[in-house]
Structures are given as C-alpha cells and as structure tokens.
C-alpha cells in the first residue's frame, strides 16, 4: 500500500492538493489495480499518480468516474487518456526534476500537472483555444507555477523554450513531426504516438550524439494530431 504523498514531489514542487482527501480510497485503488497489476513500478510516478487530483481535471459529469480504467471526454472530440497511459507515457520520459518539458496537446491539463508535480518546467501547447484557456485557468486555480499554456499548433513544437530534455505528444501523429525531433535536447527522450487515425503504437525516440534511436511501447488510440507536421483538418 502507497504512503500518503510527501509534502513536496522530488523536485521541491509544492502540491496544494496534498491535503485533498477527496477520492483517496480511488486514487490508492487506481495505482493497485491500474498501475501496479500493469508492471508499472516507477515509484516517483506512482507519487505523482496519487497526488495529483484527477478528479478537477474531468467535467462535472465525470466526477464520479475520474479514477476509472478508461478514458474519458472533455469536449467534442477531446479526451483525457486512461490513467495507465499518462503513467506509462510519464515514466517512459524519465522526468528529472529541472527538466525543461514540453507537451503537444493540453487537454485538460492533468498530464502537464503530473510532469510538474515530477519536477519538470512545463510548456503545453493545444490548438483548441477553449481548451487552453479552461486548462490555464485550472493549472493556475491548483497551484501548478511550474506549467506554461500556449495556444497554437504543437506539430511545429514550441521553437522559443527549446531544446527540451523530454517531448510528450498526447495526439496521434502519421509520422514524427521533424520539429520535435529537432526540438530535443542530446540525451532527450520524445514518447508518441504513431499510426494511423485509429490505430498507434507509443514510441519511445531517444537522441544521442545527435541520432535518435526508437523503441516501440504499447498499443494505444489517441484522438488525431492535426496541424502544418500531421494530419490535416477534416472537412
Ligand atoms: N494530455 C491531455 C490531458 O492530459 O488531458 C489530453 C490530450 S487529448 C488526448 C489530445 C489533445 O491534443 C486535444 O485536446 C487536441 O485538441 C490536441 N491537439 C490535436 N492536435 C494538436 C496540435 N497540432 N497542437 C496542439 N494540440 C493539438
């Protein structure tokens, strides 16, 4: 059984949800049975896994259903994946606290908080102005400082912060935007989604001596990464 996030993640990141006892017996039934069972074992994501509230990320009608093994809606199209994908997709980027982050597609906001809460100085970038906004707005009401929210097409990366030690795309790509491979920093670690539009495998793209080598991780299905490096606007 878990402890009790600490007062502070690894990297000294204050967490003013620490205190929020709401959904406990969830959250620790989540990292057991979602996580654990699955052979995730990262105990820093773990943490994070537990402190952060995923519960404020999710639309009122959802409330009850946060800590479930599924994904869920925040708007027309949009969704905030399961939680065993942002576990897996957070642990593959071995976040180091004082890495400079970045995330291709916002959402709701939940997996830029979890790379904060690990440490990470975050810039998130999501092409739905709406959805950037209310993310902004939530980050900023739950006290992650650490997180930047841009609007824009995040296929193009985000040039002005670059070069990151790790890049989170949370929309599914045809292939890997050439920005964000450029956009890493040596030693960095990019985790995508490639495939088609129903249809992808997580890969895990490391750079070393200005190569990239990739890894295949799970199987998985993100709503479509649209933008000037990926798939056009359907019409
Ligand atoms: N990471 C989010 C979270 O924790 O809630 C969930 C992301 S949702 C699966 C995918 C998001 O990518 C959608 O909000 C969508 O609008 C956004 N998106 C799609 N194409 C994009 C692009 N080119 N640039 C930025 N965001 C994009």
Redesign the pocket.
């Known amino acids: 059984m878990m402890e009790p996030a600490a007062a502070a993640s690894a990297g000294g990141f204050p967490h003013p949800a620490m205190h929020d006892a709401d959904f406990e017996a969830e959250r620790r039934d989540m990292i057991e049975r979602q996580l654990r069972r699955r052979g995730l074992h990262d105990k820093k994501v773990l943490d994070a896994m537990f402190a952060v509230p995923r519960h404020e ?1 999710v639309l009122p009608e959802y409330v009850g259903a946060a800590y479930d093994d599924r994904p869920l809606p ?2 027309p199209a ?4 399961q939680p065993y994908i ?1 576990a897996a997709m957070s642990a593959a980027a071995q976040i180091e606290p004082g890495d400079c982050a970045l ?10 908080a979890i790379l904060a809460y690990l440490g990470a100085r975050v810039y998130t ?4 102005p709406e ?1 950037a906004g209310q993310a902004r707005e939530r980050l900023a009401r739950l006290g992650y400082t650490a997180v930047e929210v841009i609007h ?4 193009n990366g985000y040039a002005a912060a670059a070069p990151y030690q790790a890049i989170l795309v ?2 599914a790509a045809p292939a890997v935007p050439p920005p964000l491979l450029e956009q890493l920093d040596e030693g960095g670690r990019l985790v995508i989604p490639v495939g088609d539009r129903y249809h992808q495998f997580l890969q895990l793209i490391f750079k070393h001596g200005g190569r990239t080598a990739a890894r295949l991780l799970d199987p998985v299905q ?6 000037q490096q ?1 798939w056009p606007e359907q019409t």
């Open positions: 990320f925040i708007g949009e969704t905030i994946p942002v995330e291709v597609g916002t959402g709701s906001g939940y997996q830029a970038i999501e092409r739905n959805l824009g097409d995040g296929s949370t929309a993100f709503v479509p990464l649209v933008g990926a």
